[in-house]
């Protein structure tokens, strides 16, 4: 049964990958966004240090450089060989940075053998995270930590939406179809069931308003971006909500 879930969750994916689509491109122009993201990451990590980390669907290994700073080894997990191809040259300098073709819900990795997980931009895949939580959970060490970023259908515009007709966000996503983004207190109870205790929430990427970045430019942005991160966290306010997370 499990192995029927994978094999549904593997085909799900490759038929939802874009080859035309360079994802390397969709980052020009987008320095506040990739700035305020190792800002988030750098805070929730507070100079902590770490043996093996693992970036689960890290794509061309934008983030796995950055955590380079924080772990003696990283292994960027990605399901799509024209990522993987990317990757071989932007890592080129970086050989603390293994790359491995593989799905976030069968990592093919022992029981507690890394003690870092990082998952930003991938949860938009999918509808349903329950199967790679478990897996994650699976290999994290006891204690170990897990960042996960998501995008967030319950921020503050779309509550506002929904309640000026007296409705509110629903639990479950609404999307037929990737990309999902998911209400947090949904993830937040999938993750419990996975076996993981919230430690810190953030709001992130609060200012996302191409008219902002224009006014205010990259540097005013980061330096609103660096308040609002904690300040309206338990609001959820931004489009992205990023946890960290303790495997119990
Ligand atoms: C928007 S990119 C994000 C890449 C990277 N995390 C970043 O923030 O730069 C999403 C990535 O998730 C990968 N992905 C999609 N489904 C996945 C799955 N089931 N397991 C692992 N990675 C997956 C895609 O191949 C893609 O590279």
Do not use: C
């Not at 994802?23 to 020009?28: H, I, R, S």
């Not at 930003?120 to 329950?130: E, M, N």
């Amino acid at each position: 049964m499990a192995k029927v879930k994978t094999r549904q969750l593997v085909r799900k994916t490759i038929q939802t990958e874009n080859s035309e689509f360079n994802y390397q491109d969709f980052w020009v122009g987008r320095e506040y966004e990739h700035a305020a993201e190792e800002m988030a990451i750098k805070r929730l990590l507070k100079g902590q240090t770490f043996k093996h980390a693992i970036d689960v669907g890290g794509g061309y290994g934008r983030l796995s450089k950055f955590l380079t700073k924080f772990a003696d080894k990283v292994t960027l997990v990605e399901p799509s060989q024209q990522q993987l191809d990317i990757a071989k040259i932007y890592l080129k300098d970086v050989p603390q940075v293994e790359r491995k073709m593989l799905q976030a819900a069968d990592l093919k990795m022992p029981n507690s053998s890394v003690d870092l997980v990082l998952i930003v931009r991938v949860l938009h895949r999918l509808s349903d995270p329950k199967p790679e939580f478990g897996e994650i959970a699976r290999v994290l060490t006891p204690g170990g930590t897990f960042i996960l970023e998501f995008a967030n259908d319950a921020h503050f515009l779309n509550r506002l939406r929904y309640g000026v007709r007296g409705k509110k966000v629903p639990r479950t996503t609404n999307a037929q179809q990737a990309p999902y983004s998911h209400h947090p207190k949904t993830i937040i109870r999938l993750l419990h069931d996975a076996g993981f205790d919230v430690e810190t929430i953030l709001s992130g990427s609060n200012l996302r308003s191409p008219r902002l970045k224009k006014v205010l430019g990259k540097n005013i942005m980061l330096g609103l971006e660096r308040v609002l991160q904690p300040m309206l966290a338990p609001l959820y306010f931004g489009p992205s909500v990023w946890l960290r997370l303790r495997k119990k």
